[in-house]
């Protein structure tokens, strides 16, 4: 049911091309500057990137100490009583198939998070 997590630095080749869907060298910027202050790696901002097998993968990132904030589609602001709980964490609504200024402006906002 739960699958546990492993931390991995993905070389370049490994992620490929990710300016295509991401339009921004912020957070590889802001990485790097982190870096050169000599803060260490479990310090620095973070963002995991996952997909949800069901709504309760929801709820229980919920009761994560970690504090996440969510990503979920617009749709998810009309649906009556999950929109008030995506509203709660303070989620990103995200437009499938928006233009590349909603992206850039969602990319930007999930720097600033951090």
Request: charged share 25%.
């Amino acid at each position: 049911m739960f699958t546990s997590i492993t931390y991995k630095e993905l070389t370049m080749e490994e992620v490929g091309n990710y300016e295509e869907y991401l339009g921004s060298k912020e957070v590889q910027k802001k990485s790097r500057e982190t870096e050169e202050l000599g803060i260490s790696k479990e310090a620095r901002p973070s963002a995991i990137v996952c997909n949800h097998q069901s709504f309760l993968d929801t709820y229980v990132l919920i009761c994560c100490p970690l504090h996440p904030s969510f990503a979920a589609k617009v749709e998810m602001s009309r649906a009556p009583i999950v929109n008030k709980l995506v509203e709660g964490l303070m989620s990103l609504y995200i437009t499938r198939g928006g233009s590349t200024a909603e992206r850039n402006s969602i990319v930007q906002s999930i720097v600033d998070r951090q």
